[in-house]
């Protein structure tokens, strides 16, 4: 790739409260210790890297938690965004009865969540954010990626300017168990709702093979469903470090340049950072692994591309100007 059209590369964090991943969904009663770790970035943001936290309210109304978000902007550049646990966002329900809730929840659907609650939710998580910065958050992921067609007016009218909540070639077998981002395009585009649009910059997923989702849409209907939404297990790779080992990234990131993909994002959780947070990292040698895979793949990186490294918003600036206007049938757009 030449230097003239560099390889982007967006790495955000989801910076939450921990415990998300033993299927439990906490109301109350969380920690957000995991937060003071998220100091092990320095390393990649001395590789060049420019974080976009996105942040849970649990995170942005705890003080300690703040001030390691405010390091990595003051020092590094980093943009805070917003992270959406309607689960745990004030407030719970509409009518004050937050104390009727059990302390967790075993499904948290965002489709089960009205629209009027859902504003009132995401309202609430961005005061919290211009408490912090004194600015608005202007970036945002949902929480599960479980963004659907009806939330994008809703972004819109809080201001929303970009989103990165939609990871192609992934379908739920119904609404109350994820949306259908399926057909979603791999590289950055605009999402028009209403007067406004928002910039969409999309996991980087790629399938095996170019063929294979044009085969699934040739599917008889419900064989083609069923297809969809186990297709992320057997016929696709995305960018996701926790998951998958060093030459998988390498992989996917060939496929997806080669076929004309522009940006690369790259994400993870802040309780990844912190031995002990997750099964899947349980001590300091885990996440040293982890970390080090990383900061391997970095390398790999900057040693086979011409790779310039944004936030969000600074992404949305670079590329919205050409990005192009997609309209769909799925919750990918609006």
Not at 62 to 73: I, T, W, Y
Not at 164 to 181: E, I, K, N, T
Not at 183 to 190: E, F, K, V
Request: net charge neutral.
């Amino acid at each position: 790739m030449s230097a003239q059209q560099p390889l982007y590369l967006v790495v955000s964090l989801d910076v939450e409260e921990e415990g998300l991943f033993g299927g439990h969904y906490a109301r109350r009663g969380f920690s957000t210790r995991n937060t003071a770790s998220l100091n092990t970035l320095e390393p990649f943001c001395s590789m060049g890297i420019r974080p976009t936290l996105f942040c849970a309210h649990s995170v942005l109304a705890d003080p300690a938690s703040c001030e390691s978000l405010s390091m990595l902007r003051d020092r590094h550049h980093a943009e805070i965004g917003a992270h959406l646990h309607h689960w745990n966002t004030p407030p719970l329900p509409l009518d004050g009865t937050d104390n009727t809730l059990p302390d967790t929840a075993d499904r948290v659907p965002a489709a089960a969540v009205s629209d009027t609650l859902f504003s009132a939710k995401l309202a609430t998580l961005m005061e919290a954010g211009r408490a912090l910065q004194g600015q608005p958050m202007t970036s945002f992921r949902m929480g599960r990626w479980d963004l659907h067609r009806s939330h994008w007016p809703l972004l819109a009218a809080a201001g929303i300017l970009c989103d990165a909540s939609v990871r192609p070639l992934h379908s739920a077998a119904s609404s109350m168990l994820g949306p259908d981002h399926f057909d979603a395009p791999g590289n950055p585009y605009w999402v028009t709702t209403g007067q406004s649009k928002i910039f969409e910059v999309p996991l980087t997923v790629t399938p095996l093979t170019p063929q294979l989702p044009r085969l699934l849409r040739a599917l008889p209907a419900t064989l083609a469903a069923r297809a969809r939404a186990s297709f992320k297990t057997w016929g696709a790779l995305a960018l996701l470090p926790v998951y998958h080992p060093l030459w998988a990234m390498c992989a996917v990131t060939r496929l997806y340049a080669a076929r004309g993909g522009r940006v690369l994002s790259l994400t993870w959780h802040s309780s990844e950072m912190m031995p002990g947070c997750t099964p899947h990292l349980p001590d300091a040698a885990a996440v040293k692994n982890f970390t080090g895979k990383v900061g391997k793949w970095l390398n790999w990186l900057h040693r086979h591309y011409s790779v310039c490294c944004l936030t969000m918003d600074e992404l949305r600036h670079e590329l919205g100007p050409s990005a192009p206007t997609l309209h769909g049938a799925g919750d990918w757009s609006s």
